[in-house]
Nanobody, 116 residues
Framework: QVQLVESGGGLVQAGGSLRLSCAAS????????MAWYRQAPGKQRELVAV???????RYTDSVKGRVIISRDSAKNTVYLQMNRMQPEDTGDYYC??????????WGRGTQVTVSS
């Protein structure tokens, strides 16, 4: 079983940066992929970025060029570096892992607010 705990959220001005962390209690080395989702107030949860077991990444169009997802398998941690943040980035950010036969897991989220 894998437990995910997000941290690093907070209040930031437009144009600023934040780095979110997702610490996993179990090994994520063998998980198929890890991802960050976000849910803005009144909207559905949406995928922000994905990182595969081999290190390949994908991003939703609205964050391309501003956001970097990375992983440190030795620390069982996934990061989301967000730059040039915009008010539209406001929301609760959730870490997700797909660990194949071991199951899929969600963290409880961390809140991000970008002020204009």
């Amino acid at each position: 079983q894998v437990q995910l705990v997000e941290s690093g959220g907070g209040l930031v001005q437009a144009g600023g940066s934040l780095r979110l962390s997702c610490a996993a209690s179990g090994s994520i080395f063998s998980c198929n992929f890890m991802a960050w989702y976000r849910q803005a107030p009144g909207k559905q949860r949406e995928l922000v970025a994905v990182i595969g077991n081999g290190g390949g990444t994908r991003y939703t169009d609205s964050v391309k060029g501003r956001v970097i997802i990375s992983r440190d398998s030795a620390k069982n941690t996934v990061y989301l570096q967000m730059n040039r943040m915009q008010p539209e980035d406001t929301g609760d950010y959730y870490c997700y892992s797909n660990c194949g036969p071991r199951g899929t897991y969600w963290g409880r989220g961390t809140q991000v607010t970008v002020s204009s």
